[in-house]
């Protein structure tokens, strides 16, 4: 079945108009997404498989993403470790972290080695807006990620992707095939290049994320604007 996506421009619109005429706010939506990220990683990977969880966090909201989503993991039991390499200095950033080293969460500086004693590595590094070839210091940590026989859940876009065309033709990436797929909102063009599990929000890809309340006020957004 062929999925239905929308690009980077119309997924940073469509999230614009839910903090505008949708009302929320970026801390509710960014809640949303980590939560939803923590789900997925549960349904793969529950804490029976092993309890150590690597979140890579990149330096936008996809790596605000995965800084809730580590918090919920730990509230299931897991033990998540966060590799955040460039801090954000931005609010809602800095008190994600917070909330984290007030459960006394560890960060790392060292991806590579953390991702040799780990059971599962979620990638929040890149979502839709990524662009361009990988820049440092996340060069490494894709190649690590491309090598690595940890399973590995991307959330929103498998970091390095191009946003429409999927894999880099060259460089790191390349060969980069995560275990599992997260789709935020709406799946990205690249997905047609994914091989793998994939979530779509709260839910896998399945009809029931037509049950969810939030998924249809941002449909109907989506709609008006195409619309207009
Ligand atoms: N609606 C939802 O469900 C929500 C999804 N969210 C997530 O937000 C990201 C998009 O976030 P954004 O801040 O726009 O960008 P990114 O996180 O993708 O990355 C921006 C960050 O990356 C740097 N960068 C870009 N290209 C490169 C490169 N080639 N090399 C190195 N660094 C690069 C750039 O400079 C920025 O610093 C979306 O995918 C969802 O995951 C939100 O949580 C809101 C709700």
Known sequence: M?????????AASLDADLMSVGAFSLDQLM??????VSQALYRVHPPTAGKRILVACGPGNNGGDGLVAA??????????TIFYPIPTNKE???????????????????FSHAAQSTDHIID?????????EVRDPFRSVIATLESTKVPVLSVDAPSSWNIQDGPPGNGPGKEFMPQSLISLTAPKPLVKHYRGTHFLGGGSCRPRWRRSIIWSIRVILGMIRWLM
């Open 2 to 10: 062929a999925l239905k996506t929308i690009g980077a421009k119309d």
């Open 31 to 36: 809640e949303l997404a980590g939560l939803s």
């Open 71 to 80: 918090r919920h993991l730990f509230h299931y039991g897991y033990s998540p």
């Open 92 to 110: 809602i950033y800095t008190r994600l972290a917070t909330q984290l080293k007030n459960l006394s969460i560890p960060f790392t500086d060292d």
């Open 124 to 132: 929040a590094i890149f979502g839709f807006s990524f662009s361009g």
